[in-house]
């Protein structure tokens, strides 16, 4: 019996040996992936899911933080090309601004996947796939959801506005994807609006300098992300003011905090952006090794929770 084990690793080993770039000698994948920071629960969960599907995936992960920062997200993208990884993949803070240094991962033959957020590149050969939400889309359900919440009602609706951070994707379409749902009715007016840089704080401090320039005027706040919302909500309550009922809250992302700010009653509805891009990054990092055809866009599936079905669907959510 135990000879027979020895003799099967000898023979293992001595086809690992001879053809060494098969099984179990195989050169592990270097992927360097550059992420934005930490503003929010949806970026705290697009990590972990990057890191653990990296492991899952046996892909030796470089993860470096730009704490925000357009100019820290180049230096690490430098410093993989110095290191010679396999693959470069990065969520730009911004839209623009990529084209110099995506030009030198490309002389460098080094293959890049954007994921979550796009870039302003005039060359599309700069990246080779973009993984991640429609955020158009997403803005465009928001504003949905808010002509039908609001049909019937003969008043001018009074909006204001929680932006994402400025120039980055996710701003600039969930913008656009929303006005060009409720510019269709004149109802409808975006009367204060402000970027919150997607994190709590920002989002409470800009909702209290709307409510102390609006005071009641508020019908409706339209944050771009949940964690602006329950940043807002604060702000909201410590007005005198009940999130939820004397102000309309929407928001998006869909992660666990807006989850419990509908359960209680302060949130009205969140509209879904899965931040779970790591398993489908893995795959199109070993896709685009061994040669095979990658989609240049990946567009994420996401639904929409009203308040009424928080209760039913917090204990299913994944984020
Ligand atoms: O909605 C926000 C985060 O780029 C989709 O960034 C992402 C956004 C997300 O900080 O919470």
Known sequence: MQRRTWLAALAIASITAAWPMTGMAQKKIVLGFSQIGAES????????????A???????????DAQQKQENQIKAIRSFIAQKVDVIAFSPVVESGWETVLREAQAAKIPVVLTDRAVNVKDPSLYVTFMGSDFVEEGRKAGRWLVDKMKGRTA????????????????IDRKKGFEEIIKTDARFKIVRSQTGDFT??????????????????IDVLYAHNDDMA?????????????PGKDITIISIDAVKGAFEAM?????????????LLGPQLMAAVKDI????????????????????????EAPRRKY
Do not use: D, H, Y
Not at 54 to 64: M, N, R
């Open 156 to 171: 001018e609706v009074r909006i204001v506005e929680l932006q994402g951070t400025v120039g980055s994707a996710p701003a």
């Open 41 to 52: 629960e949806w970026r705290t969960a697009n990590s972990e899911s990057i890191k653990a």
């Open 54 to 64: 990296a492991k899952e995936a046996g892909i030796e992960l470089k993860f470096s």
């Open 200 to 217: 709590r704080a920002k989002g409470k401090e800009v909702m209290e300098a709307f409510l102390k320039a609006e005071g009641k005027k």
């Open 230 to 242: 329950i940043g807002a909500i604060q702000a909201i309550e410590e007005a005198g003011l009940k």
């Open 263 to 275: 359960v209680a009653g302060k949130l009205n509805v969140s509209v879904e952006c899965s931040p």
């Open 289 to 312: 090794l061994a040669g095979k055809p990658v989609p240049k866009r990946i567009v994420t599936e996401e639904g929409i929770f009203p308040m009424e079905t928080a209760a039913a």
